[in-house]
């Protein structure tokens, strides 16, 4: 008989360790995401964040401008011009409850759903290539998807997701990678 009650016992402990996993699941903002979309909707117009959609003429046009300056044209700009869609969320605390969102895992939650979709983190050599971490999705060489996490510079607890689609090659997200934070202060990181 006195195997039940431990029984018992070790059943409450699962089903409590299972409910913890699943609040914990949910990320900071209450609500599990899943996929990268629903990460954007469910923190779009939250105070501290900041949507941004990158069209086709502005990546022309920092195409033209930017790559110029910084690759002499060609590999930046074939990137860029590879681009269908691109968003960015970022997240700069503003106030305390914001900075509470910020130490529950926000990057936690990011990297979850970037693991759920099965984005492959991307090695681009050099610790110092990018301030972002990269991951892709496609098949060998080709690259569909293109997912980064990082923070903007200067800014404390801040977090950014850029979701990229497009036809890349494996180089052109390295190459694109390397310059994704000045792009994303180019375009507006969320005053």
């Not at 996490?149 to 497009?166: E, I």
């Not at 934070?181 to 507006?188: D, H, K, R, S, Y």
Request: hydrophobic share 45%; aromatic share 8%; charged share 15%.
């Amino acid at each position: 008989m006195p195997k039940r009650p431990i029984f018992l016992l070790a059943s409450f402990f699962i089903v409590c360790l299972l409910l913890l996993a699943g609040c914990r699941a949910s990320g900071p903002g209450g609500g599990q995401t899943r996929t990268v979309a629903a990460f954007f909707k469910k923190y779009e117009g939250q105070p501290g964040f900041h949507t941004t959609a990158w069209s086709a003429d502005l990546l022309q046009r920092l195409a033209l401008v930017k790559a110029a300056k910084l690759l002499g044209g060609s590999d930046l700009s074939n990137a860029i011009t590879s681009i269908r869609s691109a968003r960015v969320i970022s997240f700069a605390p503003t106030t305390a409850a914001a900075r509470d969102l910020a130490q529950q895992g926000l990057r936690q939650e990011a990297a979850g759903v970037l693991q759920s979709e099965k984005y492959t983190a991307l090695s681009l050599g050099a610790p110092a290539a990018s301030s972002y971490q990269v991951s892709t999705r496609g098949s060998g060489d080709k690259v569909t998807e293109f997912a980064a996490t990082g923070q903007l510079p200067d800014a404390a607890d801040s977090f950014v997701l850029v979701a990229v689609d497009g036809n890349f090659s494996r180089s052109e997200v390295e190459v694109l990678s390397k310059y994704l934070p000045a792009l994303v202060q180019a375009t507006g990181k969320g005053d």
